[in-house]
């Protein structure tokens, strides 16, 4: 009797087996088929790891990580996972935290008080979870006339940073993506610890999590072994995209998607840090007007086809990142690439699509609205997306276009559901119309668009004379000087090419540039011009103040 029961046990043990092992055997050529949909052979390529309660189920490497030497991409190859940083930033605030060497809800200023001057206080969260309204470095980077073909190094960036006297909104009111808190929390972790942002990652969080194969640059000599190259591609030849910069706390993490696997399962499986700490880490903000956003610290929420997801992609030159955690089923994909046009969202969630296939919930097949001419008026108008961005909707022939303001080409936008489009020109993007406005989704985030009325002068109506002249900023430490050309007003800066500065409206102009996104012109008491704002798209009103 006994060994008939062992033999029966032995027989369904063995048939569950080979059914598991069956079903492992399908998700991987699905995975497979899934990941071929998107790479090109012989090109730049990949790295992907799915992880299962803690085992990896799938991994795969494909492409080049150096196209001219042709070296294969491996387990060993480092991507630069641009914004995924973050999370190690946000997890090494809330180290010092927990040994009551700071709090998030302290004021920055306790830390950094070399911003004594800003007119609103910032804490730590509100660095953390992007809603400090702090101007972004990129746009400031920019205006001061650097690019990534720069060396900038993280003393450079914290130095620029910290001149700051302005502040894009009221701390704590709205949600505005912004790099800038991410490196000045590098640089508080640096002066509360006593050792620089890299070495306190590497000490607390690479080594504990057996990450040997990861490092936050912040020397820009240093050579990275086994780095990957990132790439552009124009008219079917490749371009290395070169980065230079070697800025932390926002970015500048290297690492390879097996590290990111380790970093992952350490939410699934405490090893370093504490409950609270994850508790914070995915618990999402709240706006001052009680308003909730998916955005934590650090990572970000949502819910996909009925699974609680938390994730975060990362882009920086030509690389492109994403990492994925699905707790309740302690799924993790890492995904990264070495390649400008690579979207690593497609691959993340078909992967989910492919390894939980059990558990999803199909969406429910929703009859699309019927839109007439008549019903798609509402939604025209021009819409002001950043500071001297602004696009045009309008309806024809019962379907609603877009076109940048002052241009021609047009754009269709497809009905995706009531008050929503697509806008095909960029993957994961569409516009939702809301009260007064509109919400342009990019991927994982939106930017909120008002309405607005437009009539601008025309140059006849103004006096340009007025106007020419050198300007100069303390913040920025850089200068323009705007001249008078073929009857235009055009900005010239040591660096940046000339601009042209299209009137919008009084004293103010709009140029193509997104950190020059508008220039507004101020007059002291007695009329006179006495300086000038400049606003991008995530940094406002930097004034320059007119020295001729």
Not at 126 to 150: A, E, I, P, Q, V
Not at 373 to 384: D, R, T
Not at 415 to 436: I, Q, T, W, Y
Not at 485 to 491: F, P, S, V
Request: charge should be neutral.
């Amino acid at each position: 009797m006994k060994t008939l029961f062992l033999s029966i046990v032995t027989m369904l043990t063995s048939s569950n087996f080979f059914a598991q092992n069956q079903s492992q055997d399908i998700n991987a050529q699905n995975a497979e088929i899934l990941l071929n949909e998107y790479l090109i052979k012989n090109d730049p390529g990949i790295a992907v790891s799915v992880v299962k309660d803690g085992n990896v189920i799938y991994k795969k490497n494909k492409g080049y990580s150096n196209l001219e030497h042709r070296v294969p991409i491996t387990d060993s190859t480092k991507f630069v996972v641009g914004s995924i940083s973050k999370q190690f930033t946000a997890f090494s605030i809330l180290l010092l935290e927990e040994e009551g060497k700071l709090s998030i809800d302290d004021d920055i200023t306790k830390y950094l008080p070399e911003l004594n001057g800003l007119p609103y206080n910032i804490t730590i969260k509100h660095f953390m979870n992007h809603t400090s309204g702090f101007r972004d470095n990129t746009d400031l980077n920019s205006l001061k006339g650097r690019t990534d073909l720069d060396r900038t190094s993280q003393t450079q960036m914290v130095n620029l940073l910290l001149r700051q006297k302005g502040l894009n909104f009221v701390p704590g009111s709205r949600f505005q993506y912004c790099n800038s808190g991410y490196v000045l929390l590098a640089e508080i972790v640096k002066r509360v610890s006593g050792i620089t942002f890299a070495e306190f990652v590497r000490k607390r969080i690479f080594e504990p999590l057996d990450m040997k194969n990861s490092l936050f640059l912040d020397d820009p000599g240093l050579v990275v072994k086994n780095k990957a190259l990132s790439y552009g591609k124009q008219n079917d030849k490749y371009y290395y995209i070169p980065l230079n910069r070697s800025i932390v706390g926002s970015t500048g993490l290297y690492t390879t998607v097996n590290d990111l696997s380790h970093w992952a399962n350490n939410f699934d499986n405490l090893t370093i840090g504490s409950t609270n700490i994850l508790k914070k880490m995915e618990t999402k903000s709240r706006l001052n007007n009680g308003e909730i956003i998916p955005y934590a610290l650090g990572q970000e929420l949502k819910v996909y086809k009925g699974l609680d997801v938390i994730f975060h992609g990362g882009g920086d030159a030509g690389y492109r990142s994403y990492l994925l955690r699905v707790p309740e089923h302690q799924l993790n994909i890492s995904v990264s690439g070495n390649f400008e046009s690579f979207n690593p969202l497609n691959i993340s969630y078909g992967l989910v699509d492919i390894f939980l296939s059990d558990y999803i919930k199909k969406p429910i097949k929703k009859e699309l609205p019927n839109y007439t001419n008549k019903k798609l008026k509402k939604f025209e108008g021009e819409y002001q997306v950043f500071p001297g961005l602004y696009i045009t909707i309008f309806a024809e022939q019962d379907a609603l276009f877009f076109k940048s303001y002052g241009y021609e080409d047009k754009l269709k936008l497809p009905v995706l559901g009531e008050n929503e489009f697509e806008f095909p020109a960029r993957a994961h993007s569409k516009f939702k119309f809301v009260k007064n406005g509109l919400n342009w989704h990019f991927s994982d985030f939106y930017y909120p668009a008002k309405k607005v009325t437009l009539n601008p002068p025309q140059y006849a109506d103004i006096d340009l004379k007025e106007l020419k002249g050198i300007y100069k900023s303390d913040e920025v430490q850089t200068s323009y000087e705007f001249i008078i050309q073929d009857n235009k007003l055009i900005g010239i800066h040591n660096f940046n090419g000339d601009v042209e500065l299209k009137p919008i409206d009084k004293d103010s102009f709009i140029t193509d540039l997104s950190y020059i996104g508008r220039i507004e012109f101020t007059r002291d008491s007695k009329g006179n011009i006495d300086g000038c704002k400049i606003s991008g798209q995530n940094s406002y009103d930097v004034f320059f103040y007119k020295s001729e």
